[in-house]
Every structure is written in C-alpha cells, then in structure tokens.
C-alpha cells in the first residue's frame, strides 16, 4: 500500500502527512512501557471504582434522531462534580450503552455524538474536568493549551490522568442509571477523547468494545519531534525546556496502553492531520494485539476541512454502526 495523504492544499509552515505512506505509519512503533505502568493505572482505575457518583438526571434538553437528551451531574475522584448529558431512547427498552468522550475544544452540547451507533442505545456524555462549561473547575485551565500542561511535573498530579479516571466514573453512574448494561458498554472517542479512551479501556472490564477516532497522545517520543498545532504544540515546546517531562509522559502514552487493550477496538486514524500527528495516531492502532478484533478505518484527513469531510464522517458512521453492532450484538 502507498496511499499517502499529502494531496491537500493547505498554508501550514510543515507536511501534515509527515511525508508518510500507509505502509509507513502501519510500521510505527510503540514506546516500551515504564516497569510499573500497569500497576499505576490498575491503581487509578481501583480508587475510580469505589467513587459513588451520585448521577442527578435534569431537565430534557432536546429530542432528536429517535432519543431524549437530559442534562446529568456525577462524582468523579476527588469528590469533583461533573456535568455532561445523558441520552435515553425516547421510546423502548435500552439495550446497549456508551460513555463518548470529546475533543480537546470541550463540549457546550451532545451535537455530532448524536445519533449514536446502534439503535435503542442510552449514552453518558461527560465534560471531564476542566472541560466545557459543564466540566469546570476551580483551578484548572479551560484552554487547551493550558489544560495540557496541568500537573505535567508528576505522573500522579497530570490531569490527563483524572480525565481517564472521569470517563471510568461516567461509566459507573451510566450503569447506575441504566443497570444491565455492562455487557453491552462501549466506549468512542475523538481526539482528545480517543487518546483517553485508549487509556481507560485496558482497565476496565465492563467496556466490551471502543472506537477511538483520530486519537492523541500516541507514541510521546516521536511525536515530540513532530511539528503540529494545538495542544500537541504546546507540550512540544515545553519539553524543548523540560525535557526530563518525558519521565512523565510516558505514563499516558496511548500506544503504550493500546497493547494492553484485550477487547476490539475500532480505530479511525488519519493520514493527514496537522494538530494530532498521524503517526502518534497509527501508533495507537499498531499497538492493538492482533488477535484483540482490532479494526482499521483509514481517514483522509483530520482536524482539517476538506471538501470530502461531510461523506467521510458519514463513512464513518457507518463503519461504527456496523462494528458495534458485531461486538456488542443486536437484539430484535
């Protein structure tokens, strides 16, 4: 294969496709893990579990595309409460479940997560902390740029480990609010959302599947090397002054934890993508083990508008219904 992404006019100062085939990116390695990663996770995911988070179902926001969205608020570790939206079929029983993440831009309402990939399907949608207006929180930054870098000195006060552990505590109170559906969990993510789904899915058992599109924070030490914009620039340029944060990010490489991954995931990477470097992206995909029921859906481009990006998100769309519906079944 010699597909490449590099035929896209753009005014970026670097090559957004890394001058990088297919073939290439499915060559990227992953980083060894730090001797103790898993037990560092393993031990944020056991104290995730014993939050109760207390969901509190508001108002009905809207209706659309055959489900009702209410506003919700849970607990999250560190008694941290946190807003997002929970999305119930308007009319039936509900036979599957999904916690979906989000993008590093937060999120002010469901938009695109909505219709989800499987009929009669109820959703958690959480802002993790620090993210949207219903995820704030005193103390930490809003801004992507500077939400990155909070507690980046210490792999236990890096906030990108307390987002991982608020989609667990999504999980927990979607099950609370919707019991029974633990066999038939999955998780999606996007970016932002996809890098942290990548890190909760190795953990927790009651996630049977995932979908991770375009995921972030893939293979740390070569995305270091990477130009980019966004989110990614910015821990860039402060490793360029700190280099020893790598001790740090190491912990929360998404590849890494990929190869923990025993469930399948579908992963949606681009080959054109100037904020999340594709091969981080590819990273993430590779570490999947190959008998895991991994599945591949190669985009285009990403976090770029492009004249095909409406007939390839619905591409997409569909490819996810079709996986969910083979890993988590149908009934009816």
Known sequence: MTRTGTAFAHDFPFDPAYGSTLDDLLA???PEAPADFDDFWRERHARALRVRPA??????VEERDGVRVHEVTYTSVGDVRLGGWLVLPAAGPVEHGFVIGHGYGGRDEPGRDVPLPLPRSAALLPCVRGMGTRGLQPGIPSVSDEHVLHGITAR??????????DLWCAATALLELVPGLAPRLGYLGESFGGGLGALALPWDERFAAGQLTVPTFGNHPLRL???????????????AQHPEVLDVLRYFDAATAATRIRKPV??????FDPSVPPPGQFAVYNGLP???????????????EWPGAKASTAELARA????FGRVLGRKG
């Not at 969901?55 to 009905?60: A, C, H, I, K, T």
């Open 266 to 271: 579908l992963a949606a990477p681009a080959l």
């Open 55 to 60: 969901p509190e179902v508001g108002r009905v």
């Open 290 to 304: 190959a008998d895991s029921g991994r599945a591949l859906h190669v985009l285009d481009a990403g976090h770029f």
């Open 156 to 165: 236990e006060s890096y906030v990108i480990g307390e987002c991982v552990a």
């Open 320 to 323: 996810k219904g079709e996986f």
């Open 28 to 30: 990227v390695p992953v």
């Open 225 to 239: 090397t990477l130009d980019c914009v966004g989110s990614g620039a910015t821990v860039r340029r402060y490793h």
